[in-house]
């Protein structure tokens, strides 16, 4: 089908901008948010029609989704012959203070490119189709856990104003209006710098990021329901952290964790 000359001339500035660094890239796309086509996040082709899924058939068979079998509680997926519903090792050892975490991929391949394209190149018009990737996982999740608000991982305000954006509080934005679900930017805070996690183990990941979050307004979080939301869940240190003092400093209820994508060397 052919398509309106606008949106040939959108799809060709989206393409030309993927090349361009970052702070010319969104200007160029600030525009395109409203009136470029639906196009495959990963190739930047014209969808054909609406797809469940904001990828050309190509591209999705190309991402590593995170299908069952997984551990019912944190999500890491098990080998293919690996029985379902049991919990991991590190779910049995009591590791995580979440509640239950769903990511939709794994951080590889196409899902980590197209990350890096968001994060660290600021391709903003990507924020739509990630958080529509997220939204059949956050609706299963808000059938097992009472979700009462979104919170995104905060960062530290010298890492805002390097990055210009916060990559977790834009999807929650979007997931937000999506589920009609209210967002909470504000309680949770990073007080503390912290370096890169990589490289580190996990007792030394764990120590890096202790004391980092605080809670500004706890009365905002006592007694309800969250989903805490990420672009990656790496270490799952920092999520820890996060659910600690949502849960301990600020009596949330329940948190289930969701990210886009994730590692599985936790
Ligand atoms: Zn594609
Ligand atoms: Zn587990």
Redesign the pocket.
Known sequence: MAKPPLHRAAVQIQRCAQGLPSLVSRLLQGPLLFIYPPT?A????ILESETPAP??P??FKALDLILEPYCPLCGIPYLAEAPSRHLCGDCLGGVHHFDRARATGLYQGLFREVIHRYKYRGQLFLVRPLAKMLAAPAKELSRLHKIDIIVPVPLHPKRLRQRGFNQASLLARRLGSALKISVDYASLRRSRWTEPQTGLTRRQRAANVRGAFGLKTPENVRGKGILLLDDVLTTGETVNQCVRVLKKDGGAKEVAVLTVARTVEM
């Not at 990963?42 to 082709?45: F, I, L, S, T």
């Open positions: 495959c990963g190739c930047a082709q990828f050309c190509d591209c």
